[in-house]
């Protein structure tokens, strides 16, 4: 195969997995993995440093629009990235040894479980008043609705902020935003309201991703050739999915494609444990 | 006033986080055409990965060199590169917010997030 080939592959390949990463919700880091080492062949940490930057190019881009409507909490966000960041150096530094079969098994049992996730009914809630810890660290806030500002406050910031460190070291180690994580921390266990916790955790992923990408290029994960096709057709596949998105709400495709992310991770279980990745 | 002050922040790291990320993917774009045009008939080859052990510094200082001799493949690293002080320059823009907004919580807060971002540049301690 030819380099131009095997690029237009790749961007391909990165598109599709940025469109269904962005209809599911699930972000085009974690569909673009098992894409690059289970149908490519690429290896899985080559896999991942693209990964990692594509999830820090699609998460500042999508971040943008929402910090300016003013949903996103910075204030929350910067608080809760030192758990991120802490978490994804650790995890970076983990990924250095941790054997590879094992990175890759780990990897489709979490992308099971965040597909799973993502066909989880969502409950609104909005918490009155926040907690003493909360108010002292002034994690609560406003954010604009059709129906006018709501405030809210958030509780169980210790609970939530650990759930963060895992969701951090997830991220660094597995090459993924680790979006759902970061929503069952703040939406879950912080009482944030979802849309809230879903953009703050966008807002949050560029830093985290951030901290472990580092540590990957030093240590050689980051590959140009490999990067530069993979983040720009995941940048593109998720602005084609955003555009869909404002115009239906696909809850039969994203089943679908649930299903054929379940399909993927189990593909990719079943090579990491016979130790063919 | 603190709210108006809230506002501006937002607006500012809205477009800071939109310009930077379309600016590297733009360079890397460029330099992928560049790398394509010279290297795009021969043959891929991705042995496998062997870990490397370079300080920022050097992957610096060897990018710059290449990008001086036209490497495609050094001006995606740079687009890389920008993409990466994307969300550290947001952190830095916070860190101005918070302190013109005198909230000196927030203003350690984010004291503290730089510094573990400065860690993971030196290499993450090992």
Known sequence: ?277 | MENVKDKDLQYIIGNLLRWGVWTSLGIAFIGGLIYLSRHGQEVVYYPKFVETDRDMLTILKEMLQGIGAGRGRDIILLGIMLLFATPISRVLFSLVGFILEKDRLYVCITLIVLMIIFISVRGGLG
Not at chain 1, 135 to 153: C, E, F, I, R
Not at chain 1, 169 to 194: C, Q, T, Y
Request: with cysteine.
């Open chain 1, 1 to 277: 195969m030819t380099v131009l080939v095997f690029t237009l592959i790749l961007f391909a390949g990165a598109y599709a997995a940025g469109l269904i990463g962005s209809l599911t919700g699930l972000g085009g880091g974690v569909v673009i993995i098992p894409l690059l080492s289970v149908f490519l062949g690429i290896d899985i940490h080559y896999a991942i440093g693209a990964a990692l930057v594509s999830v820090i190019a699609t998460s500042s881009g999508s971040a943008a629009a929402y910090v300016r409507e003013g949903i996103t909490n910075m204030r929350i966000g910067m608080f809760l990235e030192i758990a991120t960041t802490v978490g994804a150096v650790v995890g970076a530094l983990l990924a250095t040894v941790a054997p590879t079969h094992l990175i890759a098994v780990l990897f489709g049992a979490i992308l099971i479980f965040s597909a799973m996730n993502s066909l989880r009914k969502k409950d609104v809630h909005v918490l009155e008043t926040s907690s003493p810890l909360a108010t002292k660290l002034k994690l609560y806030g406003s954010y604009p609705t059709a129906q006018g500002t709501v405030h809210y406050g958030t509780k169980n910031v210790i609970g939530g902020f650990l759930m963060m460190i895992v969701a951090g070291v997830l991220s660094g180690l597995l090459g993924i935003g680790s979006g759902a994580l970061k929503v069952i921390a703040m939406d879950n266990i912080m009482r944030i309201p979802f849309k809230v916790s879903t953009t703050t955790s966008n807002f949050m992923m560029g830093v985290t991703a951030t901290a472990s990408a580092v540590v990957y290029l030093q240590r050689g994960y980051i590959q140009p050739g490999i990067c530069m096709p993979v983040v720009i057709g995941v940048l593109l596949g998720a602005l084609t999915g955003a555009r869909i998105l404002i115009r239906s709400s696909p809850g039969k495709l994203k089943l679908f494609f649930a299903i054929v992310i379940t399909l993927l991770a189990l593909q990719m279980i079943y090579n990491g444990a016979t130790g063919r990745i």
